[in-house]
């Protein structure tokens, strides 16, 4: 299984672009890049995926390498409410539906 | 569309009793899982089951049951609470082709074993 590293705590200013990291240097070719977040102990939320393009959404753009080995979301206007655990996942190969959920990023936006 | 119920929303057991917890979709899911997340931790896939009637082993199986008689409902039984299993508790479903399609959550039970 692709595996992922995240750093485990970023701070950013209010109103400010929040770009965080996340390594997955063993991903495979036919294997998704999906980003979660938890906000105080709530039920983890979808936030974005992608395979190799970059994407777009309402909440937040996802910027992968050209040679796939690591991403960034981008939450282009940071808010207090985005203060969350962010969770960058590989779908395994062979696994069906599962995800395996690592340590996250602890993002605290800041007045 | 209420999308993942999970009840009850907190419990406290005592060690050794048994208990019930239930999970159920109305969005036609045939994926649904159970994980766990202990304090300060990510979460931790315990079952999980791609359709009624079939059921397979996460990562933290043991001390864990579950079922899937209909494609709306998922419980997940503890056969005897021991204090380790304090902890949230999260359903998730989702669709099965649909490879890119994202997880949804319920709310989590938070389950407390003295």
């Known amino acids: 299984d692709a595996k992922t590293t995240q750093p485990p705590s970023m701070d950013c200013a209010e109103g400010r672009a929040a770009n965080l990291p996340c390594n997955h240097s063993t991903i495979s070719g036919n294997e998704y890049v999906y980003w979660y977040r938890q906000i105080h102990s709530q039920g983890p939320q979808y936030i974005i995926h992608g395979l190799k393009n970059n994407e777009t959404n309402e909440m937040a753009s996802l910027i992968i390498t050209e040679d796939r080995k690591s991403s960034t979301l981008i939450l282009p206007h940071a808010t207090l409410r985005d203060t969350a655990v962010y969770y960058c996942?590989?779908?395994?190969?062979?696994?069906?539906?599962?995800?395996?959920f690592g340590g996250g990023t602890r993002l605290m936006v800041k007045p | 569309n209420a999308g993942v119920t999970q009840t009850p929303k907190f419990q406290v057991l005592k060690t050794g009793q048994s208990m019930t917890l239930q999970c159920a979709q109305d969005m036609n899911h045939e994926y649904m899982s159970w994980y766990r997340q202990d304090p300060g931790m990510g979460l931790r896939l315990i079952h999980y089951s791609v359709g009624a009637g079939i059921t397979d082993q996460g990562e933290v199986p043991n001390g864990y049951n579950v079922s899937r008689s209909t494609t709306e409902d998922f419980p997940l039984r503890l056969l005897s609470a021991a204090p380790s299993q304090t902890s949230v508790y999260f359903c998730a479903s989702s669709f099965v082709k649909d490879r890119t399609y994202g997880y949804t959550f319920g709310s989590g039970t938070r389950l407390t074993v003295v």
């Open positions: 996942i590989v779908r395994p190969r062979g696994a069906g539906n599962m995800l395996t």
